[in-house]
Structures are given as structure tokens and as C-alpha cells.
Antibody, heavy 119, light 112 residues
Framework: QVQLQQWGAGLLKPSETLSLICAVY??????????WTWIRQPPGKGPEWIGE???????NYDPSLKSRVTISVDESKNQFSLNLTSVTAADTAVYYC???????????WGQGTLVTVSS | QSALTQPASVSGSPGQSITISCTGT?????????VSWYQQHPGKAPKLMIY???MRPSGVSNRFSGSKSGNTASLTISGLQAEDEAAYYC????????????FGTGTEVTVL
């Protein structure tokens, strides 16, 4: 069983950088068993995959966000993080961290963080 | 990558069965058996209900089942219960062009 707990700033101004951290709790071997992902869900819309990272730091990003996104991992702390630069109102959403299994399913989710971009 | 297409809403009476469709393309749903389904209650994180098209995680009721035909995946809820009222999203691996994932537009299920 895996639990994810996330935190970060919830109110940003345009052009600022969004930063979120997700901590992974669970069985000792679980951190290397998944790809660690960030997903966002704009108000009233479906989820959107942002990107992923594995325990050794290999990343993959959504092409539309690739120029602004960085996902990093700290295996010693069982944590991973999201940085999204130059935010605009279009980046307003609930951001989730999630565990992606080899079966292509997001098995575990964080509680979500509402990030609002407003001047 | 365009979102997968789902009906905006589906409704049914308690005890009935309903089916939610999820239409993609030959580049995503049609090419891979990596379709998953999620249930989301208001204000909550999504919950995995089906993976690899038709597999149920431990703890998910066998009233939920999945299938796929061509570029369309489907989720069937049998014996509809009040607690099934929620939003449902499908998701598929998007293929080698992005190595990412695409979600559906979402379906609101109402239990009458």
C-alpha cells in the first residue's frame, strides 16, 4: 500500500513559478516500483497528464508543457517535485501527484492541491 | 494529443446496468491494452476502478467491468447503487509519439 502526501503554494501571480512536492509513504521497495507522475485537472474538466519520473531520474513530459516543466526526484527522501514556470491563468487547476504502475494505471493519488493563478 | 471522447452524462435507476463509452484513435485506445478507468466523487481525488482494459484492482466491486472494441473502450456498472453516482474518466497510453497518457472528457453518472 502506498500513500502520497503533497504540498505547495496555492495562489500565484502570472509569470511566477509553481512548485509542488509529493512525499511517498509505504512499503520499503515501493519507490522503485512506480513512475511518479503529476496530473492536473482544470475546474470542471478532465485530468491532464503533465509528466513523470522514475526513481533514477528518467523523465517524460507532455510536449505542450515541456518547455516550462521540470519534475525531479529525491530518492533519499522518497519525494518528487514539480516546477512549472511562467504560469498564466490557464494553469489554474487542481494538481495531483500519482503513482503510475507498469500496467499504465495511476494506482495511488495524492490529495490534490488547488493552484490558482490570478493577478 | 486530444482528449478521449466520453458522453457528458449517463443515468440509470438503482439495480440497472449502464455503460460508458470512451472513444480514442488507432494511435491510443486502438493500439494498446493500457486503458484504465477512474471514479471521482466531488472534491476527491480520482480512484482507479479498472486497468489494462478489464482488470479490477483489489477491493473494487465486481459490479464494475471493462471492455474494448477497436478504438472504443467501455465501462459497465451493473446493479447500479446510489454510491456509484460520480464522475468517471477513462485514460489511455498515448503511444510512442509522446510516451504519455491521455484522459477522457468525463461522464457524470446519475442514479435516479
Amino acid at each position: 500500500q502506498v500513500q502520497l502526501q503533497q504540498w505547495g503554494a496555492g495562489l500565484l501571480k502570472p509569470s511566477e513559478t509553481l512548485s509542488l512536492i509529493c512525499a511517498v509513504y509505504g512499503d520499503g521497495g515501493s519507490f522503485s516500483d512506480y513512475y511518479w507522475t503529476w496530473i492536473r485537472q482544470p475546474p470542471g474538466k478532465g485530468p491532464e497528464w503533465i509528466g513523470e519520473i522514475n526513481h533514477s531520474g528518467s523523465t517524460n513530459y507532455d510536449p505542450s508543457l515541456k518547455s516550462r516543466v521540470t519534475i525531479s526526484v529525491d530518492e533519499s527522501k522518497n519525494q518528487f517535485s514539480l516546477n512549472l514556470t511562467s504560469v498564466t491563468a490557464a494553469d489554474t487547476a487542481v494538481y495531483y501527484c500519482a503513482a503510475l504502475a507498469v500496467a499504465g494505471s495511476f494506482d495511488y493519488w495524492g490529495q490534490g492541491t488547488l493552484v490558482t493563478v490570478s493577478s | 494529443q486530444s482528449a478521449l471522447t466520453q458522453p457528458a452524462s449517463v443515468s440509470g435507476s438503482p439495480g440497472q446496468s449502464i455503460t460508458i463509452s470512451c472513444t480514442g484513435t488507432s494511435s491510443d485506445v486502438g493500439s494498446y491494452n493500457l486503458v484504465s478507468w477512474y471514479q471521482q466523487h466531488p472534491g476527491k481525488a480520482p480512484k482507479l476502478m479498472i486497468y489494462e482494459g478489464n482488470m479490477r484492482p483489489s477491493g473494487v466491486s465486481n459490479r464494475f467491468s471493462g471492455s474494448k472494441s477497436g478504438n472504443t473502450a467501455s465501462l459497465t456498472i451493473s446493479g447500479l447503487q446510489a454510491e456509484d453516482e460520480a464522475a468517471y474518466y477513462c485514460c489511455s497510453f498515448a503511444g510512442p509519439s509522446t510516451l504519455g497518457y491521455v484522459f477522457g472528457t468525463g461522464t457524470e453518472v446519475t442514479v435516479l
